[in-house]
């Protein structure tokens, strides 16, 4: 059987660059400056163009601040994958976005939600797939899957280096410290929230269950089950479905929200839904603590997502 590997091709703090000797004297300034010219529905927006890591390739991060925050408050904090979508249509490719600052002003104006900020983790193209696959699920494949995915993907020129490990590495080790010590965060586990879209769906999945001691709670929308471009004889969802039966975040003191449509790429989903199912009834999950929603009609863009991005939002940071 032949399978085939397709991809999808203002605070500042100072931070060691080697994280562990506050004495060194090599010494990285991260200063988030305020993007005067995003076009927002409420609040302001902060970046640093190129947040340092020795993890991962240094990438954008913005920090969205609502339009009440105050230093004398405490707030929760998301973290979201592919930052340069969730906030400003005008920049994006697309000219679509997830319209967080408009739902979140929102739900905390009406008191849906605790007050929180957001974090977002932009994306580099040419290795997101890299970064945001469930690192430890591509184990779970038979040797010989394995070898022949590598070998398709080098005869493609394409590098089949897996990244989603150091990529976390980089949140909880690297940026959520530099968040916790330059703003006035609730910094602990029941105040740190993770949520994605597709492969940000996924590695959303691998974060909580990875790190359960870090992130309360992950809203996974539009899931990627499919792991890669869908084709014939896929090996990839066992394979992460396996990982999950294993490593999924134990129900005792974690919330897990999914949801799925069923359109463009999103048609590809429904059919994994009892599976997703049977593994949150397996890790002791009820209708209290997780979620797994379908969307009739619903395709796979920012637009289907900011439609309904309350519901993430709310099952998250809800206020009750």
Request: glycine share 4%; hydrophobic share 35%; aromatic share 14%.
């Amino acid at each position: 059987m032949k399978y085939y590997l397709l991809f999808f091709f203002i605070g500042c703090f100072s931070m060691s660059s080697a994280q562990t000797n506050e004495n060194s004297e090599n010494k990285a300034e991260i200063c988030f400056k305020r993007l005067g010219s995003a076009q927002l529905y409420a609040g302001n927006l902060y970046r640093v163009n190129k947040f340092p890591s020795k993890y991962i390739k240094e990438r954008p991060v913005d920090i969205w601040l609502p339009e009440n925050y105050s230093k004398d408050k405490k707030y929760a904090v998301l973290y979201m994958h592919d930052g340069q979508m969730l906030f400003d249509s005008t920049t994006t490719w697309n000219k679509q976005e997830w319209k967080v600052d408009e739902w979140a002003s929102k739900l905390m104006a009406s008191k849906k939600t605790k007050d929180f900020i957001v974090v977002g983790i932009h994306n580099i193209a040419q290795i997101r797939w890299l970064d945001l696959f469930p690192q430890k699920a591509f184990g779970y494949l038979n040797e010989r899957v394995q070898d022949s995915l590598m070998k398709e993907a080098k005869k493609n020129n394409f590098d089949p280096k897996l990244n989603g490990d150091n990529y976390l590495r980089f949140i909880v080790e690297e940026l959520k410290p530099v968040i916790d010590n330059s703003y006035p965060t609730l910094a602990d586990k029941a105040n740190t929230y993770v949520a994605g879209s597709s492969m940000g769906g996924l590695m959303s999945m691998y974060a909580i269950s990875e790190y359960p001691e870090v992130f309360d709670a992950a809203a996974c929308l539009s899931t990627h089950w499919v792991g890669a471009m869908p084709a014939p004889n896929n090996p990839y969802p066992d394979a992460i479905f396996a990982y999950m039966s294993d490593h999924l975040a134990s129900s005792d003191g974690h919330r897990l929200y999914f949801d799925y449509g069923n359109k463009t790429l999103d048609a590809f989903y429904p059919k994994h839904a009892l599976r997703v199912d049977e593994i949150l009834k397996q890790k002791g999950y009820t209708e209290a603590n997780s979620k797994n929603l379908f969307f009739e009609g619903t395709n796979h863009s920012e637009n289907a997502w900011n439609k309904r991005l309350d519901q993430p939002l709310i099952f998250l940071l809800g206020s009750n």
